[in-house]
């Protein structure tokens, strides 16, 4: 024989006093966080290297070869023609080394082992598209 269901029913309030403003604030930190990420860039592009030792901010167009100590030695990265890339690094895959220039915003580039990080900031080609398939 079955025991009959006991208990209060469903019906009455299902969202407690403080659901509702505690939902209104996670979708407006959403929001804010999309608003943030997803914003057009200003100002003219620039290239932001960061290693162990510091971090540098050079133009796009600048033409220089910078050399960053890193745990396992020496990562140079080279900035010509508009465009920026590992040139060369202690790393044991080159992982880095392969994936070519970057040159627009939001693009970058890392060489994990060595502690090397590059990116383009700014504006970069005007494109305001990711720089993936341009190698």
Same mark, same amino acid.
């Given at each position: 024989m079955k025991?009959?269901?006991?208990?209060?029913?469903?019906?009455?309030?299902?969202?407690? !006093?403080?659901?509702?403003?505690?939902?209104?604030?996670?979708?407006g930190l959403t929001a804010l966080a999309a608003l943030g990420a997803y914003r057009p860039s200003t100002g003219e592009a620039r290239v932001t290297i960061r290693?162990?030792?510091g971090s540098w901010i050079f133009p796009l167009d600048a033409e220089e070869q910078v050399a960053v100590a890193g745990p396992l030695g020496t990562t140079v990265v080279e900035i010509s023609g508009g465009?920026?890339?590992?040139?060369?690094?202690?790393?044991?895959n080159q992982t880095c !080394?392969?994936?070519?220039?970057?040159?627009?915003?939001?693009?970058?580039?890392?060489?994990?082992?060595?502690?090397?990080?590059?990116?383009?900031?700014?504006?970069?080609?005007?494109?305001?598209e990711p720089d993936v398939f341009t190698w």
């Open positions: 025991r009959p269901l006991t208990g209060r029913p469903l019906t009455g309030r299902l969202l407690k !006093v403080l659901d509702i403003p505690v939902m209104a604030l996670a979708l290693g162990t030792g465009r920026a890339r590992v040139l060369s690094s202690p790393c044991e !080394v392969a994936a070519g220039h970057i040159r627009s915003h939001g693009a970058w580039n890392a060489c994990l082992p060595n502690g090397v990080f590059l990116m383009i900031e700014g504006a970069g080609s005007g494109k305001g």
